[in-house]
């Protein structure tokens, strides 16, 4: 099986996009800024709890995560009731790994949190 593609943010990150310009030169991944928004209608009571306790705490999240979210949010729900056997717990352990969620995956998000404007830029220099 072929090694799954890295984002071209991920190659961003690791330099590699700026020695091998010319070939990503035409691929191309539409940006998404949306927010992931409410949980789906159609979701159980308790999967739309896990949905809005979860959403808060990934937000490099947007709004093409919707289905793994609801998937994820789903099995934490029945997790909840103690409804998911340990088959359940691994697919909800990979459902969470693909979004971030674990400290083994977290790195490879590349996420940074939004600067603060209020910070003075001279004030790591005194400190």
Request: glycine residues 10%.
């Amino acid at each position: 099986m072929p090694k799954p593609r890295k984002s071209l943010e991920q190659l961003r990150l690791s330099g590699t996009l700026g020695k091998n310009p010319g070939r990503y030169a035409t691929r191309y991944e539409p940006p998404d800024d949306r927010a992931v928004g409410e949980p789906y209608e159609w979701l159980p009571a308790e999967a739309r709890e896990a949905w809005r306790e979860m959403v808060p705490n990934l937000p490099w999240l947007r709004r093409c995560h919707r289905g793994i979210v609801g998937i994820t949010a789903i099995l934490v729900g029945k997790m909840k009731k103690d409804a998911l056997g340990l088959s359940g717990m691994t697919l909800l352990n990979q459902c969470l790994g693909k979004l971030g969620a674990t400290p083994e995956s977290f790195p490879k998000v590349g996420w940074l949190p939004p600067a603060d404007d209020n910070e003075d830029p001279s004030e790591k220099y005194f400190r």
